[in-house]
Structures are given as C-alpha cells and as structure tokens.
C-alpha cells in the first residue's frame, strides 16, 4: 500500500494521509501535528487506515468495536499493518491499516 502524504494549505499544521484505493476511491485521514488524535477512514470496501501515535492499537480497537456489533462480517478476515509516513513538519507518523480478505463492491 502506497500512502500519499498532502498539508492543507489553509492549514499548515494539518496532513492529510491518502492511497489510491483498488475500488477506486481515494480515502482520506486527517492529523494534525503533535495531536493525540487518530484521523481515520473506512472506504467501501472494507479497506481501513488510522493515522497518528498508536494508530495500530487505534486500529485494532475499532476493528474489534465494530465486529462486537455485527460490522464487517462480510468482508471476513482483516490483515494489518502498519508503516510509517514523513509527516511534512519533519520525523515521522505512524500509519496503520487493514485489508479485508474480501472487500466489499465498491
Ligand atoms: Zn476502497
Ligand atoms: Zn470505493
């Protein structure tokens, strides 16, 4: 998975974390610098990322939420990952997501 990092213009401090999405879509995190805060985004798909400090346990923690409801028994398994993106401030933010086994039609 390849993860294209913007910074807003209108807000410097603020990036936005992106792929190009097998289904075609184009999903969107947020994070803003030095911020505690995950930003997130499911696509149609199935597909998942967070990004931010400890994005992975964020990550896995919502998976499990969302199954705990019933969410996502149809794209069976997830597998994740997790990299990490050059934020445009300098260092690094880590990057996690997860690949259903069988993605949703887009
Ligand atoms: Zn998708
Ligand atoms: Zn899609």
């Not at 993106?85 to 690949?99: M, R």
Request: glycine share 8%; net charge negative.
């Amino acid at each position: 998975m390849e993860f294209i990092v913007r910074k807003l213009a209108s807000r410097p401090d603020t990036m936005l974390v992106r792929y190009d999405c097998a289904c075609g879509c184009k999903p969107n995190a947020e994070y803003k610098q030095g911020s505690d805060e995950v930003g997130s985004e499911h696509c149609c798909c199935g597909n998942v990322h967070f990004v931010g400090p400890n994005a992975k346990e964020h990550l896995e923690t919502d998976l499990s939420e969302r199954k705990a409801q019933g969410e996502d028994s149809d794209v069976g398994e997830y597998t994740i990952s997790e990299t990490k993106v050059d934020a445009p401030w300098g260092g690094t933010i880590p990057v996690a997501y997860a690949i259903p086994s069988a993605a949703r039609e887009h």
